[in-house]
């Protein structure tokens, strides 16, 4: 079967640092980062909705891709039970430490390994990190176009996507050729997940995901047929490693992050002099008269 | 080696009108030249912008780099990449400071990806200090300490970059203090033939809307926010009420915004704008830690919330526990009465 497009949408499994509860905070205050629950990057989801969309408006293939640890796989599957027709994970311990230039590096070496795709897609920001770098970096890694902060597709057609992005104060219609990368803001109401494509879906599996699920795995050739059994079934998750997808060891991870983390402070609620005033007429009365003495107020 | 490069600073600008945030970034770069030994530069790039140099001198920059040409109006990223590179391989900068805005955090990591240079985004606070890298066993004199909030506001980074120049940083619109222009200083205009060729000019703009803001939070001297305690959008009619009665301009949390209550121009905080107004007055806002992050520079915090518990009140120098329907109409009444 041929599609007209390839869609590569990257997403990004994050701490969820926007809905902080009690037991994530620690006595003294600050927040501990651990007790937070691992979620779908919000603008991840508006991006692979886009894609969703591309997908029910022109035939196009729709292939979710995710670099992180082996348990990342589970927003893979999420995506799957929405619509994906493919996932593949991009792990490697060689990948830890990585700033958002060696994110980019090696999200490119991961889209080139994919092989030809008309649009990257993409959320403008991570929830943990909030820098919107990685998108604009992996659009000149890979020396295509970047059309940033996009609300909708207006069209789409061979070689050439017209899109309607936010700027400051208003909007812009932006006209590209393909392939190019979009970044998508809270612009769409993600789908949710399908039960039919849960059924199916909640049996594909990364490489490591079926060697843990059968320790006796350990034949090379059992698990080579295996593998291409559930391929058959579009029921593998491919797992690429830094030399799976021809990554530069120095340009990844740690070794190929010129930013480094020189100090990090918890942010600690600080009680300044604050002044009880009582709902009354009376006490608003005062306050108000406090201000206007001081020059604050009139 | 220490480097002599300079500090650059790119000078956003629509129509030919440059981004405060820019000037904001010209004053800071002075500070950060003159700590450094070096020049403040300034890249002003697009079309018919010669008006426009003579302000930046007065705010600081010795040397303007001015590249026009038609093809870079209106702003698209690659042309503006591809100017602002060449001017890197050319003069070698130290430091290159952007504006955390829409155009910075889409322009600058092109330009950072292409020159393999580390960029940090969003930063309130930049200084000149050394570093020990205690995981490499390497040390750097005067490098920029890049400080950001990170993990949704919960902590703070200090950021530093370890490869070669420049340094590359957005930094937040607002906080950075902009200083009184000094009228008349005079600079040395450098202009640039920028080098456009079909690869970079490939995205069209083929229809464009924008307005002018008409919300100026960030210059507002009184600010009267709501949050999710406002309850609806006609909640905010009493919002606006007291800011008019006291000369101030409309806050709102991320959750009235996102409630459809208020437009996002109007958002206080984390993804919104920085303020630092005389007086703030939080009604019905829980004060998470992401909006707080744009709002405790105010002088003077009035907090009004039902819940006596809401965090809100740690930052707040008043805090009225109450219902702010009761609450605000009463504080009308008695400006009015005194005022």
């Given at each position: 079967m041929t599609v007209s497009y390839t869609v590569i949408v990257f997403v990004k499994q994050v701490p969820d640092t926007q809905n902080i509860t009690g037991e994530a905070m620690t006595p003294d205050g600050?927040?501990?980062?651990?007790?937070l629950p691992a979620i779908f990057n919000p603008e991840d989801l508006n991006a692979l909705e886009l894609a969703l969309q591309l997908k029910d408006r022109y035939d196009a293939k729709v292939i979710v891709g995710t670099m992180g640890p082996p348990n990342a796989a589970e927003v893979l599957r999420n995506a799957l039970y929405r619509g994906a027709d493919e996932a593949f994970l991009l792990t490697?311990?060689?990948?830890?430490?990585?700033d958002t230039l060696a994110t980019s590096y090696a999200l490119s070496c991961a889209a080139k390994k994919y092989g030809k795709f008309d649009l990257i897609l993409c959320g403008r920001q991570a929830i943990d990190g909030d820098t919107a770098q990685v998108g604009p970096q992996l659009a000149e890694k890979l020396g295509i176009p970047q059309i940033c902060y996009v609300e909708d597709v207006v069209k789409l057609t061979k070689g050439k996507i017209i899109a309607k992005r936010a700027i400051e104060g208003g909007y812009e219609v932006l006209e590209a050729p393909t392939p190019s990368l979009l970044t998508v803001i809270d612009s769409n109401v993600p789908r949710p997940q399908n039960a039919k494509r849960i059924m199916k879906y909640k049996k594909a599996k990364t490489k490591s995901e079926l060697i843990k699920a059968n320790s006796t795995y350990t034949d090379a050739n059992e698990r080579a047929m295996e593998e291409s059994r559930l391929d058959g079934k579009s029921l593998l998750i491919y797992e690429w490693s830094a030399e799976d997808v021809g990554a530069d060891r120095e340009r990844v991870g740690f070794a190929g992050s010129p930013t480094k983390v020189k100090e990090i402070m918890n942010v600690v609620l600080t009680a300044t002099d604050s002044k009880m005033v009582e709902a009354t007429e009376q006490g608003i009365s005062s306050l108000i008269q406090e201000l206007i003495n001081d020059h604050t107020l009139g | 080696m220490a480097n002599i490069g300079n500090v650059w600073v790119f000078i956003e600008q629509e129509g030919g009108n440059i981004a405060e945030v820019s000037l904001e970034l010209l004053c800071k770069g002075r500070e950060l030249a003159g700590r450094l030994g070096v020049k403040t530069e300034a890249l002003l790039i697009g079309d018919k912008l010669g008006k426009c140099v003579d302000k930046l001198y007065e705010y600081g920059a010795d040397t303007v780099f001015l590249a026009e040409d038609p093809?870079?109006?209106?702003?698209?990223v690659q042309p503006f990449a591809k100017v602002i590179m060449d001017l890197i391989r050319e003069y070698n900068p130290n430091i290159l400071l952007f504006g955390a805005t829409m155009k910075g955090r889409e322009l600058a990591p092109r330009v950072a990806s292409e020159k393999l240079a580390g960029l940090t985004a969003d930063c309130t606070s930049l200084r000149i200090d050394n570093f020990d890298d205690k995981v490499s066993k390497k040390s750097y004199t005067d490098k920029l300490m890049q400080i950001r909030p990170a993990f949704g506001g919960n902590i703070i980074a200090t950021i530093v970059n370890?490869?070669?120049?420049?340094?590359m940083v957005t930094v937040r619109e607002g906080v950075m203090k902009m200083d009184e222009p000094m009228v008349g200083r005079k600079g040395e205009l450098i202009k640039v033939k920028p080098a456009l060729s079909g690869v970079e000019t490939?995205?069209?703009?083929i229809e464009r809307v924008r307005e002018d803001k008409d919300v100026n939070l960030k210059g507002a001297q009184i600010i009267v926010a709501g949050g999710y305690g406002v309850g609806s959008k006609e909640g905010f009619n009493l919002i606006k009420q007291l800011a008019d009665a006291l000369g101030g301009e409309v806050g709102a949390s991320r959750a009235a915004v996102d409630a459809g209550w208020i437009e996002h121009d109007h958002q206080v905080g984390q993804t919104g704008i920085t303020v630092r107004p005389k007086l703030y007055i939080a009604c019905g806002i829980s004060g998470s830690i992401q909006h707080r992050a744009g709002m405790t520079g105010g002088k003077k915090i009035i907090a009004i919330n039902t819940?006596?518990?809401?965090?809100i009140f740690a930052v707040s120098h008043y805090s009225i526990v109450g219902d702010l329907k009761t609450v605000i109409p009463q504080m009308i009444k008695a400006f009015k009465a005194k005022a």
């Open positions: 600050t927040v501990n980062r651990a007790a490697d311990r060689a990948f830890a430490g990585a | 093809r870079l109006e209106p702003f698209t370890t490869w070669d120049d420049p340094q490939v995205v069209k703009v819940d006596p518990d809401a965090p």
